[in-house]
C-alpha cells in the first residue's frame, strides 16, 4: 500500500473519530450554563449580546441556571426575575422580586454585581475583559479568581462586604437598593448592614 492511500486512510479514520465524538467544536454543557445569583435569581431573562440576541433557558431541577444552546455572544445580560430565597423555585411570600432596574452582566458564567462591574468597567467589550477584572479585583482587595465566584462561594472579609454592596448600589441605581440574600448566612447579615449603611436602610428596588 503506497504512502498517499496509507495517509488518505488515517485522515479518514481520524475524521470519523472526531464525527463519533460529536467533533472537537462542540461546546461542553457546563461551559453554556450561567448561573444568576445576587441571593439565587430565578425567573430571569437571561441573554446574549448577539442581534437578535439569543436567550437561555432555566433549568428544571435548578432554575437560577440557565442554559444556551450555544455559547453565547458576550456579555451575558440577566434582568428581572426574583430572589428564591427558600431555593424552590416558585415565587411566594418569602421571596423577592427585583424591579427592572436591576440589571445585571458578565463575561463568565456567573452573573453577580461583581460581573457586572467589570463589564461596566470594560465597557462592555470582552477584548478588555482581563483588565477590566484585574482593576475590580485591585479596587476590591481580592483576587481576580474571587472575584469572578457566585457570592455564595466566596468568603468575604468585611471591606468584600461593604464593596459587594457598593456593587448593589450602583447597578440598581441611587435610591434602588437590593435586599441580599446569599446562602451563607455568616456572610448574610454583614452584607446587609453593609447595605443599610451605603444607602441608609433604604432597600427601595424590592417590591
Known amino acids: 500500500m503506497n504512502k498517499k492511500i496509507i495517509s488518505s486512510l488515517a485522515a479518514a479514520a481520524a475524521i470519523s473519530m472526531l464525527v463519533g465524538c460529536g467533533g472537537s467544536s462542540s461546546t461542553p454543557t457546563?461551559?453554556?450554563?450561567?448561573?444568576v445569583e445576587d441571593g439565587k435569581v430565578v425567573g430571569a431573562t437571561v441573554c446574549?449580546?448577539?442581534?437578535?440576541?439569543?436567550?437561555?433557558?432555566?433549568?428544571?431541577?435548578?432554575?437560577?441556571?440557565?442554559?444556551?444552546?450555544t455559547s453565547p455572544t458576550l456579555p451575558?445580560?440577566?434582568?428581572?426575575?426574583?430572589?428564591?430565597?427558600?431555593?424552590?423555585?416558585?415565587?411566594?411570600?418569602?421571596?423577592?422580586?427585583?424591579?427592572?432596574?436591576?440589571v445585571f452582566k458578565s463575561f463568565v458564567n456567573n452573573i453577580t454585581p461583581f460581573s457586572t462591574?467589570?463589564?461596566?468597567?470594560?465597557?462592555s467589550d470582552v477584548a478588555n475583559k482581563t483588565t477590566?477584572?484585574?482593576?475590580?479585583?485591585?479596587?476590591?482587595?481580592?483576587?481576580?479568581?474571587?472575584?469572578?465566584?457566585?457570592?455564595?462561594?466566596?468568603?468575604?472579609?468585611?471591606a468584600t462586604q461593604a464593596a459587594y454592596a457598593q456593587a448593589v448600589v450602583s447597578i440598581l441605581g441611587g435610591d434602588n437598593l437590593a435586599e441580599v440574600h446569599l446562602?451563607?448566612?455568616?456572610?448574610?447579615?454583614?452584607?446587609?448592614?453593609?447595605?443599610?449603611?451605603?444607602?441608609?436602610?433604604?432597600?427601595?428596588?424590592?417590591?
Open 132 to 158: 477590566a477584572t484585574q482593576a475590580i479585583a485591585d479596587e476590591i482587595g481580592i483576587s481576580t479568581s474571587e472575584v469572578t465566584k457566585l457570592p455564595s462561594d466566596m468568603t468575604m472579609a468585611s
Open 48 to 69: 446574549d449580546s448577539s442581534t437578535p440576541a439569543v436567550c437561555a433557558n432555566p433549568l428544571a431541577d435548578t432554575p437560577w441556571v440557565y442554559r444556551f444552546t
Open 76 to 102: 451575558v445580560t440577566s434582568t428581572n426575575g426574583f430572589i428564591d430565597v427558600n431555593e424552590n423555585g416558585v415565587f411566594d411570600a418569602s421571596d423577592k422580586a427585583l424591579k427592572e432596574t436591576a
Open 183 to 207: 446562602d451563607n448566612a455568616n456572610i448574610s447579615t454583614g452584607v446587609q448592614s453593609a447595605l443599610d449603611a451605603a444607602n441608609g436602610n433604604n432597600s427601595a428596588a424590592i417590591e
Open 117 to 123: 462591574l467589570i463589564v461596566a468597567r470594560a465597557g
Open 30 to 35: 457546563e461551559n453554556l450554563d450561567y448561573t
